[in-house]
C-alpha cells in the first residue's frame, strides 16, 4: 500500500490553517491510520491514531479526518512550534508504511 | 515512564552486520508491540519491522531477507541485525513502540535513534 503525501512543502504564516493530504493506493481502516510530527534533530511524535484521536498531549487546534483512500491532518491555527513535517502512517495486517511526508514552513 | 535507549556500532563496512540492541525501561517488551523504524538523512520514515508477543516478527518485504528481530525478556531488550550493509543502509536507526488501542494503532514513544554509518 503507497501513501502519497500531499503537497511536498506547505508555506503558511502564523495563524493560518494548514490543510495536509494523505492518498492511499489501496482502502485503509480508520483504525489503521496515524500521523507524526517530526522537527528537525527530533524523533517523531505521534499525533493522530485511528484517523482522527489526538494522542495524549496533543492540542486541539491538530484534527484528523477521512476514510477509504484519502485522509487528512489539518492544523487550524498555526503556532510557531507547528513548522515542521509531518508524515502519515498506516498499518496493514503484517507491514507498516509511511508516506513521505510535508514539510510546514514557516512563509 | 516508558523510555527507549538504542546502542550499538556507529561505523560499519560495506557486507558486515549491523547490530543494534534498544533497551526497554518503564514497560515490558512481553507485553507490547516494538518496531524498528529507519531514516536517511533528510530523507523520509522506513519501517524495518517489529516484534511482539512470544517473539513473533513482521518484516518488511524490502529488507526481509537480511532482517533479524529478537527480543531478551530476562534483560527487557530488543535486538536489530541487519547483515550485509551497503550504503543505502546509513541512517538513524529508532526503536518505538508499537500500540494497538481499542480505536487504533499508533507508535507513541521512540528512541532518541542512533546514527550508523556505512563506509569503508
Known amino acids: 500500500n503507497v501513501l502519497t503525501q500531499s503537497p511536498g512543502t506547505l508555506s503558511l504564516s502564523r495563524g493560518e490553517r494548514a490543510t495536509l493530504s494523505c492518498w492511499t493506493s489501496?482502502?485503509?481502516?480508520?483504525?489503521?491510520l496515524a500521523w507524526y510530527q517530526q522537527k528537525p534533530g527530533q524523533a517523531p511524535r505521534l499525533l493522530i491514531y485511528?484517523?482522527?484521536t489526538r494522542a495524549t498531549g496533543i492540542p486541539d487546534r491538530f484534527s484528523g479526518s477521512g476514510s477509504g483512500t484519502d485522509f487528512t491532518l489539518t492544523i487550524s491555527r498555526l503556532q510557531p512550534e507547528d513548522f515542521a513535517v509531518y508524515y502519515c502512517?498506516?498499518?496493514?495486517?503484517?507491514?507498516?508504511?509511511f508516506g513521505g511526508g510535508t514539510k510546514v514552513e514557516i512563509k | 515512564q516508558v523510555q527507549l535507549q538504542e546502542s550499538g556500532p556507529g561505523l560499519l563496512k560495506p557486507s558486515e552486520t549491523l547490530s543494534l540492541t534498544c533497551t526497554v525501561s518503564?514497560?515490558?517488551?512481553?507485553?507490547?508491540?516494538w518496531s524498528w523504524i529507519r531514516q536517511p538523512a533528510g530523507k523520509g520514515l522506513e519501517w524495518i519491522g517489529r516484534?511482539?508477543?512470544?517473539?513473533?516478527?513482521n518484516y518488511s518485504p524490502s529488507l526481509n531477507s537480511r532482517v533479524t528481530m529478537s527480543q531478551d525478556t530476562s534483560k527487557n531488550q530488543l535486538s536489530l541485525k541487519l547483515s550485509f550493509v551497503t550504503a543505502a543502509d546509513t541512517a538513524v536507526y529508532y526503536c518505538?513502540?508499537?500500540?494497538?488501542?481499542?480505536?487504533?494503532?499508533?507508535?507513541?514513544?521512540w528512541g532518541q535513534g542512533t546514527t550508523v554509518i556505512v563506509s569503508s
Open positions: 516484534i511482539y508477543i512470544g517473539g513473533n516478527t
Open positions: 489501496q482502502n485503509v481502516r480508520n483504525s489503521n
Open positions: 485511528g484517523t482522527s
Open positions: 518503564g514497560a515490558s517488551i512481553s507485553e507490547s508491540y
Open positions: 518505538v513502540r508499537d500500540v494497538n488501542w481499542s480505536i487504533g494503532f499508533g507508535m507513541d514513544v
Open positions: 502512517q498506516q498499518y496493514g495486517s503484517s507491514l507498516v508504511t
